[in-house]
């Protein structure tokens, strides 16, 4: 699928922006159209740059399930260690389980130096291995991936029944507005601007999409607003699209060339920020 920006448009009251109000944007004037570059079998990337609504810098990944040696991944428990994980950079995270590709994922605390023990919000299952128990009070919706990568997006009320054909799975965050898109269709309202990463999963299945939007650096990209975010992934190819933890949290890393994790966007805090939990990408490289 070959992304068509829309006609650009000003929007002059963007906080009065209504859900089912299409959002519009821009490219850069200076830019070059935005392709899918390949990085491994079954993973491409691409960087859009905008300028409407406001500067943008929005970092994609797109994942094949069908591919060879795609398989999912998220962060296992601590053992016998305090709370239920030990904070990791995204980049160790990546380079520790020899991945290729990797994001931030669920919400956590305390906010803590890498390798101190911290607390999932939610639910974690890495590799068949229930880490956090599922919050069901909350609307946070799911994300999950078979043993055999298919994947699914899911919105609460939720029973443990739910996640019984989970291999990896991990939950969202923002409560029922963190429930980007659902069947095609814009379900957020949410209207504040932050850095934002988050995930969809197209209408069939085939393709996993890992966005991350950079923010809070003005002039350079100050983030998107969840309203903006879903009808960004929808216009992507996305049927069903979740908000993950955001803010300085928002981070993806990919393996190099030389096999060192390169960060592809520029974190809010200036530096990686030690998080709970995350979703990696095992991938094959091009022969």
Known sequence: MRFRPFIALVLLNLPALRAEEPVQFAPLPD??????????????????????????????????????????????????????????????????????????????????????????QGLSISNGVTVSEVDAKSANPVFLATATQQPRILRGPFRKRSFGAAHNALQGWYGSNGMLLDNGEVTTTTLDIHPRTALGVSREGLYVYLLVVDGRQQGFSEGMTLVELAEWMKQLGCWDAMNLDGGGSSTMVIKGGDGAPKILNSPSGGSQRSVGNHLGIHALPFP
Request: charged share 30%; no cysteine; hydrophobic share 40%.
């Open 31 to 120: 830019s070059v159209a935005p392709f899918w570059q390949p990085l491994y079998q079954g993973v491409d990337y691409r960087l859009d740059e905008l300028s409407v609504p406001r500067r943008l810098r929005i970092h994609q990944i797109r994942v094949d399930t069908r591919a060879e040696g795609v398989a999912f991944f998220t962060t296992p428990d601590n053992g016998d260690a305090p709370e239920e994980v030990n904070g990791r950079r995204t980049a160790t995270f990546l380079k520790e389980f020899d991945l290729e590709v990797a994001i931030n994922g669920s919400a956590f605390k305390p906010i803590a130096k890498e390798g101190i023990p911290v607390d999932l």
